[in-house]
């Protein structure tokens, strides 16, 4: 994945989210909503919730994308708009990245009206016989996002991080599917706007969809050559852009039951500070009930004693919680903690720039 893909965009995208576009299985949708490089999109399936406007439904205000019942009514909401879709883009992120039966069905009659098929699940449709000959028939492609690379394509970690100059940023969170690669993108963009140049390496498939220059898919890559894709697409990102800020995506968290993700971060991309995404409404790990969400404070002194370097601010995700609670909780955090809080969908990331400033290097 390491490397730049300024060729965008790809196509015109019809995202299939069916029945979890309010849920944080829909996460994947979520980002192609706010935010892509790679795809124009034009609509989002999900019966449930058909004749409403995606973003609006998402953060509040319109863009113009349909939330809509299937397929035919995502090609005549496209067609209605003067484009023609090109992709078909999996939307949905569930635990372990598989599927069932109703997705692969909308996944035949996607190909089937002439459209490429983009995922990101550990169920690989390129796999699939009866998939890929009805792709090849009609002349689509698939791309599994998540399919393993070639081992000989891999990075072993080699020490070459400590060339990078940049300053580097972690976006951990306190829990999986909190928000860590929303607010990454936003502090780029932030970044951006007072003029201090940056790049975002992405760890997921989501940022891959999302069209981000740099990084790799952190779940996807054979364990021992982890650490060494982290640092070659940080080491990339330095080397071809010199940017003075690199904001690595999160995964999962470091206490996490079920997706323990940041730890390689830590220990490959040498990050000079961390911000740590939380959503103070949250009681149990994201999925897992019965397991409850460690304190804020505990995972911060994790954080720091497994990479010696600070947590610097702390974002929140208002999942849960109206405007007053947000008021409340941030007011609770920013006392027990001592750090900056930002709720950066609604304030924006400017608030993170003040923080980050001592780490700044010239």
């Known amino acids: 994945m390491t490397g730049r893909g300024d060729q965008f965009p790809d196509g015109v995208a019809i995202v299939y989210c069916e029945g979890a576009f309010d849920s944080s299985y829909g996460k994947t949708a979520?980002?192609?909503?706010r935010f892509t490089r790679r795809y124009e999109v034009a609509a989002v399936i999900d019966s449930h919730l058909a004749g409403r406007d995606a973003a609006e439904l998402l953060d509040g205000t319109a863009k113009g994308i349909p939330l809509v019942a299937g397929l035919?009514?995502?090609i005549?909401?496209?067609d209605a708009q003067g484009r023609r879709p090109t992709h078909f883009v999996i939307g949905l992120a569930p635990d372990g990245g598989v599927l069932g039966a109703s997705t692969r069905a909308a996944v035949m009659e996607a190909i089937d009206a002439g459209l490429s098929v983009d995922s990101g699940l550990h169920e690989f449709f390129s796999d699939?016989?009866?998939?890929?000959?009805l792709a090849c028939a009609k002349g689509v492609t698939l791309r599994d996002v998540r399919k393993p690379p070639p081992r000989s394509r891999l990075h072993f970690f080699c020490g070459k991080i400590r060339q990078v100059d940049s300053t580097v940023v972690a976006m951990l969170g306190t829990d999986s599917a909190i928000g860590k690669r929303t607010t990454a993108w936003l502090l780029v963009q932030a970044l951006?706007?007072?003029?201090i140049g940056a790049e975002m390496v992405g760890t997921g498939q989501t940022a891959w969809m999302q069209g981000v220059r740099y990084g790799m898919l952190l779940d996807s890559v054979v364990n021992d050559f982890v650490a060494g894709e982290i640092e070659h697409a940080v080491w990339s990102a330095w080397s071809q852009?010199?940017?003075r800020v690199i904001v690595v995506e999160g995964q999962g968290s470091l206490m996490h039951p079920a997706y323990p993700g940041g730890f390689e971060i830590l220990g490959a991309a040498r990050p000079d500070a961390v911000i740590l995404q939380h959503a103070p409404g949250r009681r149990e790990y994201d999925g897992f009930e019965g397991f409850p969400l460690h304190p804020i404070?505990?995972?911060i002194q994790a954080i720091e004693l497994v990479s010696g370097r600070p947590v610097i601010a702390v974002t929140l995700n208002h999942e849960g919680l109206d405007a007053t609670g947000m008021e409340v909780a941030?007011?609770?955090i920013a006392a027990t903690t001592g750090l900056v809080v930002v709720d950066p969908l609604r304030d924006g990331a400017e608030g993170l720039i003040a923080a980050l400033r001592p780490f700044l290097r010239t």
């Open 241 to 243: 852009q010199r940017p």
């Open 30 to 33: 979520h980002g192609l909503v």
């Open 297 to 299: 404070e505990r995972q």
């Open 76 to 78: 005549a909401a496209t």
């Open 72 to 74: 035919a009514a995502a």
């Open 192 to 195: 951006e706007r007072a003029g």
């Open 330 to 332: 941030r007011a609770q």
């Open 128 to 133: 699939d016989e009866e998939i890929r000959a």
